[in-house]
Structures are given as C-alpha cells and as structure tokens.
C-alpha cells in the first residue's frame, strides 16, 4: 500500500519531526570519518541556509482555542498552529517574505483562512473513513511505528521525541491508524482514475516548455534539459487526477456537514 496519502497534517509533521529527531541520535553514533563528513555538509548547509529567506514570526494572537468544529468535533489551536507554521515555512522556502510583502495583512488572513479549510477537509476525510467503517492493518500500523523507532539510538531517544511533540505512544499509533484509514478511502474513491497517453504525451510537452522557460532566465547557467521518463509522468498525472478527486469528495462532503470556523475574517 502506497504511504504517500498519509496526508493529515499533524500526521505528517510528526512523523517528519520525530524522524529528524532520530536522525540526529544516528548521526552521533557514526564512525570519526563519518562524523567529519556529516560536519562538513553541516557547515556547507548552514551556509546556504543563511542566504535562504528566514520564516516569519508565527502570530496566533488572533487565533482561537477552538479554530474550527466540524461535524461536532473540535480542531484545535494546537492543531491549527502545526499546520499554519508548516504552510509558512513552505512559503518562506519559496522566496516569500510575508513580513516585507503584506502590509496590510490580508496575505496573512487569507493563509490562515486555507489553512483552517484545509483542516476541515482533512477532517471529514477522516471521519468519512470512520463513517465507512475502514480498517487499518495492525502489521502496516507496526512497521510504520518501528521504522520510526528504528531512526533512533534506544528507547529512550524515541520517547523524548514523542514527548516534544506533545506525544504518547498511543497517541501516535492512533494518528498512524488514522492515517492508513484515509489512504483506503482515497484508493477507493480514485480506483478507476486512468491515464491516457495522450495525457502523458501533453504533461511531457508542458514539462518541457517549463524547462525551457527556465533555461532561457538562466542563460549559460542553465543545467542540462532531462527528457522527462513517460512511467514517472503518468504517475504525476494520476496523481493529480486523484488529488482532484480528493477535493471533490471534500466538497461533497463539506455540502452535508456542520462546520463551523472560528475565525474572524
């Protein structure tokens, strides 16, 4: 079963974060030679992480306790401030600078609006996962809970990175069984998606206009054009296919739902 719809966001930062966390335990266990590798990129990394955009200062100040209900159940504060740091950094990493480019605020309403939608939608996937009654593997909860482990040093390590994110154990095989719910339904909902070739030829075409759209600003800097691999072209089309089928199945779902969002506009 493919991981890659372990889509919830807290989910996904989790998993994220913890393994980070492991890494680092890793990272200390190698050898002298290792190590003097690992701290050279380290260095070189930090340089260039200089010259990158710093992300924006998160303001929660405005952001109640209870950001959205949905159906009944509560989104939290917490889980809102996960999401909405996420969706900043990933802005910051494009270049962005909401502090320099929104002056009047509007940018960061608008981003904290999409923010709260999107985790209404992740929401009513899950419970529509639970409302059809959707089953997740206790061998694919394991592997994914020991791979997790398995980034860190001993057990200790790995409790400590849990607890820093607000995490039991438990709480994190609920959010993993949650998780591979949502990823059923979604192969449900997307199970008669087929890809033409003649999608796969346009999607080729597009891809290389956009490679010599970016090698004509690069001039003689400009890296070498790939010819795209149709397999891995297909799988990009058939997935935004079934990302277009997900929000279809959000916005059917939000018509029939109680949703309430708590934030001011």
């Known amino acids: 079963m493919s991981k890659k719809w372990l889509l919830t966001a807290s989910m996904a930062i989790s998993l994220s974060v913890i393994a980070a966390c492991g890494g680092e335990s890793e ?8 190590q003097q590798q690992e701290e050279s990129a380290e260095s070189e990394g930090q ?9 924006p200062e998160v303001n929660l100040d405005d952001v109640p306790d209870v950001v959205a209900e949905v159906n009944g159940e ?4 917490d ?5 909405y740091t996420t969706t900043l950094s990933m802005f910051s990493m494009q270049g962005m600078n909401l502090e320099e480019q ?6 960061e309403a608008e981003l904290k609006a999409s923010t709260a939608e999107q985790l209404v939608g992740q929401r009513l996937l899950v419970q529509e996962a639970e409302n059809r009654d959707y089953e997740a593997d206790a ?19 790995y409790q400590a990175a849990l607890e820093e994110q607000g995490f039991t154990e438990d709480d994190f095989r609920a959010q993993i069984e949650e998780s591979l719910r949502v990823e059923q339904l979604i192969e449900e909902e997307s199970q008669d998606i087929e890809v033409s070739e003649d999608e796969i030829d346009e999607q080729i075409v597009a891809m290389e206009e956009q490679q010599a759209a970016v090698a004509e600003q690069a001039g003689e800097d400009a890296p070498e054009a790939q010819t795209p691999e149709r397999d891995q072209v297909e799988e990009e089309v058939r997935s935004q296919k079934e990302n277009e089928r997900v929000q279809e199945l959000v916005t059917e779902l939000r018509d029939d739902a109680d949703v309430t969002i708590n934030l001011d506009n």
């Open 47 to 55: 340089e260039a992480e200089q010259e990158q955009p710093q992300a």
């Open 27 to 34: 990272e200390e266990a190698g050898s002298d030679e290792e």
């Open 102 to 107: 929104d002056e009047n605020g509007e940018m």
């Open 79 to 83: 889980e809102f401030e996960s999401a």
């Open 139 to 157: 061998d694919e909860v394991d592997e994914i809970l020991n791979q997790q482990k398995d980034q860190f040093e001993n057990d200790e390590d």
């Open 74 to 77: 509560e989104i939290t504060k």
